[in-house]
C-alpha cells in the first residue's frame, strides 16, 4: 500500500487529532520524510487512550493507533508531553496492532504511568530501529491509586502480549516516582 506523507507538524498533530477522535487507521500506512521541531508546543499523544490504569494496562481501551509509521530515521525535536492525569503516554500514547520504526525523539514525556519515549501502551505491535534521546517520567499522584508513577521505558512504557520491542536504543533519562526507598 502506498503511504500517507507526514512532512510538517501540523500533519503529525492532524494524525494525532484524528485518532484521538476515534480513527484508529488499522492497516494505514505512513511515511514521515522530514526531521521536524515541535518547538516544545504542548503535545498530545497520538492515541491518547484512557485515563484509567486498568483500562490501558489492559489495552482494551478506544482511541489506540492501528496503523504503521515508518519514521524513516528522522528527528522529532522538542516533544513536550505532560499528561499528568493519563497512563499510556509517549510520541504515540496507546498503540494497538500497530507498528511504528526507525524514528529519534527528543525532548520531555511525563504522565501518570505507562510512560515511554517512543509508545506509552503497545498490544501485539511492533517498535523497531527508534532511538529516544528525551528524558521518559511516570509520575506517582499522591491522592490516586498506588499505580499512579509505575511503568516508564526509554522505548515503551508497557508491552503487552504478542508484542515485538526490538533494535531499539534509549539514550534518554528515565524515571518513576512510586517506588520510593527508605533506609
Same mark, same amino acid.
Request: net charge negative.
Given at each position: 500500500?502506498?503511504?500517507?506523507?507526514? =512532512?510538517?507538524? %501540523?500533519?503529525?498533530?492532524?494524525?494525532?487529532?484524528?485518532?484521538?477522535?476515534?480513527? %484508529?487507521?488499522?492497516?494505514?500506512?505512513?511515511?514521515?520524510?522530514? @526531521?521536524? =521541531?515541535?518547538?516544545?508546543?504542548?503535545?498530545?499523544?497520538?492515541?491518547?487512550?484512557?485515563? =484509567?490504569? @486498568?483500562?490501558?494496562?489492559?489495552?482494551?481501551?478506544?482511541?489506540?493507533?492501528?496503523?504503521?509509521?515508518? /519514521?524513516?530515521?528522522?528527528?522529532?525535536?522538542?516533544?513536550?508531553?505532560?499528561?499528568?492525569?493519563?497512563?499510556?503516554?509517549?510520541?504515540?500514547?496507546?498503540?494497538? %496492532?500497530?507498528?511504528?520504526?526507525?524514528?529519534?525523539?527528543? /525532548?520531555?514525556?511525563? /504522565?501518570?504511568?505507562?510512560?515511554? +519515549?517512543?509508545?506509552?501502551?503497545?498490544?501485539?505491535?511492533?517498535? @523497531?530501529?527508534?532511538?529516544?534521546?528525551? %528524558?521518559? @517520567?511516570?509520575?506517582?499522584?499522591?491522592?490516586?491509586?498506588?499505580?499512579? +508513577?509505575?511503568?516508564? /521505558?526509554?522505548?515503551?512504557?508497557?508491552?503487552?502480549?504478542?508484542?515485538?520491542?526490538?533494535?531499539?536504543?534509549?539514550?534518554?533519562?528515565?524515571?518513576?516516582?512510586?517506588?520510593?526507598?527508605?533506609?
Amino acid at each position: 500500500k502506498k503511504p500517507y506523507i507526514i =512532512d510538517t507538524p %501540523s500533519q503529525l498533530a492532524y494524525l494525532a487529532s484524528e485518532v484521538n477522535s476515534g480513527n %484508529s487507521y488499522a492497516n494505514t500506512f505512513f511515511r514521515i520524510t522530514k @526531521s521536524m =521541531d515541535l518547538e516544545n508546543k504542548k503535545w498530545t499523544p497520538i492515541g491518547n487512550g484512557e485515563t =484509567d490504569y @486498568s483500562t490501558v494496562y489492559k489495552v482494551a481501551v478506544t482511541n489506540k493507533f492501528s496503523g504503521h509509521i515508518d /519514521g524513516t530515521g528522522i528527528t522529532v525535536d522538542n516533544l513536550n508531553i505532560e499528561e499528568l492525569d493519563r497512563y499510556g503516554v509517549g510520541l504515540i500514547g496507546v498503540m494497538d %496492532s500497530g507498528s511504528v520504526k526507525n524514528i529519534i525523539v527528543r /525532548g520531555s514525556i511525563k /504522565g501518570k504511568g505507562i510512560v515511554g +519515549g517512543i509508545v506509552g501502551a503497545v498490544n501485539a505491535g511492533t517498535v @523497531s530501529s527508534c532511538i529516544n534521546r528525551a %528524558s521518559v @517520567s511516570a509520575i506517582q499522584d499522591e491522592e490516586a491509586n498506588t499505580h499512579s +508513577g509505575d511503568m516508564a /521505558g526509554g522505548i515503551v512504557g508497557y508491552a503487552k502480549t504478542e508484542s515485538l520491542i526490538r533494535e531499539n536504543i534509549n539514550y534518554g533519562k528515565v524515571e518513576t516516582t512510586n517506588y520510593k526507598f527508605e533506609t
